[in-house]
C-alpha cells in the first residue's frame, strides 16, 4: 500500500486538494501496479514562514519576484 505525503503552503480549497489527491493516487496506482484502494495520501499545509525554498522563507515564486523588484530598484 503506496503512501504519499504531500506539503503545500496553506491556502489551497479542499476542491483543488481532492483534485490533486484523485490524480496522484491515479499515477500512484498505475506506477506500483496497485488498485487505487490501497493508495494513502496524507496532506500537510504549512504556514508561509514554516516553509523555505533556498534557505528562504516563502515559495520560490515569490521570492524571484522579491529578487526582481530589488534589481528594479538597484537600477
Known amino acids: 500500500m503506496p503512501i504519499i505525503e504531500v506539503h503545500i503552503l496553506e491556502g489551497r480549497s479542499s476542491e ?8 496522484i493516487t491515479e499515477a500512484a496506482a498505475e ?6 484502494d490501497t ?4 496532506v500537510t499545509e504549512h504556514k508561509k ?6 534557505g528562504r522563507a516563502g515559495r520560490a515564486s515569490d521570492q524571484a519576484r522579491l529578487a526582481s523588484l530589488a534589481e528594479e530598484d538597484e537600477s
Open 16 to 23: 483543488i486538494k481532492a483534485r490533486a489527491a484523485a490524480a
Open 31 to 36: 506506477g506500483f501496479g496497485v488498485s487505487k
Open 39 to 42: 493508495v494513502r495520501i496524507l
Open 49 to 54: 514562514d514554516e516553509f523555505y525554498v533556498g
